[in-house]
Structure formats: structure tokens, C-alpha cells
């Protein structure tokens, strides 16, 4: 085998991520994030310099450094409901709402107004939208529109009346009948910032080929996103930052040996 030259690098790869607790517990596995642009750590420290007064000279005659945070960036540009969910401190991304009629939802329909589902549709079966006692029975186009995303519109001028307000609550003044297509709903900021490990799983492509490198970092935290862009001239990406957290579960070693309790590399 050839001597490796180790001098440049150029990471290329797929990063994977579990729950920090679970991972440990071997309860869950490493989830492939997709493509990933961006993987950073950024170390941040004290120092402390004494200045050399023995010198005429002057200059520093000891100093200090002490690591205070190890700071971690990841941009991911798969918009999975997992990394969804990792933006926006969300919950809910592992369930499948399966595909199902929905009969007679009642809903609050104002006029000129866009009135949102429950679920997404199924938009190759027809939507129905009655009065809330069935006797009548909307027509598309004239009283109301669908609009691309499943929403339904008001349509000024048709046949579908204002809602009653009583005690301060507007009543249900449609019945809207469809099918829900299979979908993921996750529930935006609902839980505090989940724990993760991390594992790259890739290679060097720098040297003049591929050479497989391994990168762990044992326990993160990442805050949500501090931008989503859900309308944007460009294609959105995730775009999150955290810190390496100690992984107490690790062994230290010893002073001669010492162990990492935050990560490892293999090159």
C-alpha cells in the first residue's frame, strides 16, 4: 500500500444524527441528513499572557489558553420532515397521517376570505362543500375555489352566506368533504432543543482520490434555525448552529493517553 501524503483536505460525505440519549441507549439508529454544505467547528478561548520583565527585550514570558465552547455549524439542504423537525424544534415528523376520507368538516368560511383544512387533499378526488345541514350543495368555481394547495376560497358574489357571529364565535357556515392525502405534521417550536450525535461518513477528495474519513461528535445541541425561508428567491436551506456538549458516558484516559469525551476523527 502507498504511503498517504496527508496535506490537503476536502470533506465530501453524508452526515447522519440520532438523539443523543437514544443513540446511547441503542434504541435508535443514525439518520442520514441528505445534503449537507456546510459542517463547521469553531473553538472559541481564554487567554492569559504574562509579560517577561526579566527581558530588555520585553515580549511574553508565559501564557494560558483554556478552551470555553466549541461552537458547531450545519447547513443542510434536504428538506426532510426530520430535518424539518431539526430547524424548527419540532415534534411529530415520525408519524404517517395515513391517506382517509374526511366527512362533513365543519368550517368558518368568510366572505373573500382563504379558509385552510385540516389536512392536505388528495386533489385527484373531488372536494364537496355543503351548508353545514347538507341541503346545499356548493358549486366549484361559482361559490367557491380550491385553491392549488387544498385551501378553499370564497368567491365574492356566490351563494355561500356570511357566518353568523354568536356570543363573539363565528359559526360554521360550510361542510367540506375530501380526502386527505398521507402526509407528516409536525408541530412548529414545541419542545426544547434536542441533544443529538453526530457521525460523518465520508472521504478526503483532495489527495487525488477518495480516502474514507470518519468524523464523530458524540453530543450536540443545536438551536432552531434562526432563519426559515418559506418564500425566497432561492432554492431554502437549513441553516443551523449549536455546540459540542461533553460526553461524560466517555472514558478520559489517562495525562499520557487522553481520550476525547466530545469526538473523534479517523483518517
Given amino acids: 500500500?502507498?504511503?498517504r501524503q496527508y496535506c490537503c483536505f476536502l470533506g465530501r460525505g453524508v452526515i447522519?444524527?440520532?438523539g443523543y440519549a437514544d443513540y446511547l441507549a441503542k434504541v435508535a439508529g443514525l439518520i442520514p441528513l441528505g445534503n449537507a454544505p456546510v459542517l463547521n467547528l469553531t473553538?472559541?478561548?481564554t487567554t492569559e499572557t504574562v509579560k517577561d520583565y526579566t527581558s530588555p527585550a520585553g515580549g511574553t514570558f508565559c501564557s494560558r489558553r483554556e478552551i470555553d465552547a466549541v461552537a458547531v455549524a450545519l447547513t443542510l439542504r434536504c428538506h426532510s420532515p426530520h430535518n424539518w423537525a431539526l430547524a424548527?424544534?419540532?415534534s411529530g415528523y415520525d408519524n404517517t397521517i395515513a391517506s382517509a376520507a374526511?366527512?362533513?368538516e365543519p368550517h368558518v368560511l368568510h366572505l373573500g376570505a382563504v379558509e385552510p383544512l385540516t389536512h392536505l387533499i388528495d386533489d385527484n378526488i373531488p372536494v364537496v362543500v355543503t351548508s353545514p345541514d347538507g341541503d346545499t350543495t356548493y358549486v366549484a368555481g361559482v361559490d367557491y375555489i380550491?385553491?392549488?394547495s387544498g385551501s378553499i376560497e370564497h368567491v365574492v358574489g356566490g351563494s355561500i352566506p356570511a357566518p353568523t357571529i354568536t356570543t363573539g364565535k363565528g359559526q360554521p357556515n360550510i361542510a367540506v368533504s375530501y380526502t386527505r392525502r398521507e402526509?407528516?405534521?409536525i408541530q412548529l417550536y414545541s419542545q426544547p432543543a434536542r441533544e443529538l450525535t453526530?457521525?460523518?461518513d465520508g472521504y478526503n477528495v483532495a489527495e487525488g482520490g477518495a480516502d474514507p474519513t470518519h468524523f464523530d461528535l458524540f453530543r450536540v445541541q443545536f438551536g432552531p434555525a434562526a432563519t426559515v425561508n418559506v418564500i425566497s428567491d432561492n432554492i431554502a436551506q437549513l441553516e443551523l448552529t449549536g455546540n459540542v456538549l461533553r460526553d461524560p458516558t466517555r472514558p478520559l484516559g489517562t495525562i499520557s493517553n487522553p481520550f476525547s469525551q466530545y469526538g473523534t476523527l479517523k483518517i
Avoid: I
Fill in 102 to 104: 374526511v366527512e362533513d
Fill in 43 to 45: 473553538a472559541t478561548e
Fill in 183 to 185: 402526509q407528516r405534521l
Fill in 88 to 90: 424548527t424544534s419540532g
Fill in 1 to 3: 500500500m502507498a504511503t
Fill in 198 to 200: 453526530l457521525h460523518f
Fill in 146 to 148: 380550491v385553491t392549488p
Fill in 16 to 18: 447522519s444524527a440520532a
